[in-house]
């Protein structure tokens, strides 16, 4: 999906929750949008980005992921007594997203990979961007041990790479694997 596609995905989704009747949506997105956030621009590193963009760049930009995003957002809304989505219930929508999404990628890979929670767990305490190999290894080694189902350390950083967990770099400038 391109930026422009899912932007008349999600306008035809907000016409026809505004106006059921409507065959097809006869409102640009910016106007649907605006019937329903009170925020059109957010902060993102330090720089001004509209709202759309924003969600983009936290999802996998996939339809169900800002239908699902927007819809947390919302429920943040009402629970807070306000009729349109707020910079706040956006933000606030991050963590719960992130939340419902590994939940997701774990339960896609459990039939690949009995122990993937527990990897999405060793992730989450490495907690950086960047991971060398021998880092990866080494916590991978002292939380797993070495059993016969067990994968090795490589395969799992392929089914990692392969579920778009992890990226890969061949080669930095010190010629060691990064991950």
């Known amino acids: 999906w391109g ?3 899912l932007k008349e995905m999600l306008n035809h989704r907000l016409e026809r929750a505004i106006n059921p009747s409507s065959p097809k949506a006869e409102n640009s997105f910016i106007k649907n949008w605006s ?42 809304a009402i629970a807070k007594g306000n009729e349109k989505i707020t910079s706040h219930n956006l933000i606030r929508a991050t963590k719960k997203y ?37 880092m990866f290894d080494e916590t991978y080694s002292r939380i797993f041990s070495k059993g016969s189902n067990v994968p090795s350390v490589l395969d799992i950083l392929k089914r990692l790479y392969r579920y778009n967990i992890i990226g890969y770099i061949p080669k930095s400038t010190q010629d060691y694997a990064i991950f």
């Not at 709202?51 to 429920?75: C, G």
């Open 98 to 134: 992130s939340e419902e999404f590994r939940d997701e990628l774990i339960h896609e890979m459990s039939s690949q990979m009995t122990i993937a929670k527990e990897v999405m767990q060793m992730l989450q305490q490495i907690n950086q961007s960047e991971i060398l190999f021998s």
């Open 35 to 76: 019937r329903v956030a009170t925020v059109s621009r957010m902060t993102d590193n330090e720089r001004m980005i509209d709202a759309f963009t924003w969600i983009w760049r936290r999802t996998h930009s996939r339809p169900r992921d800002f239908v699902r995003y927007m819809r947390i957002a919302a429920k943040y």
């Open 3 to 5: 930026e422009h596609s």
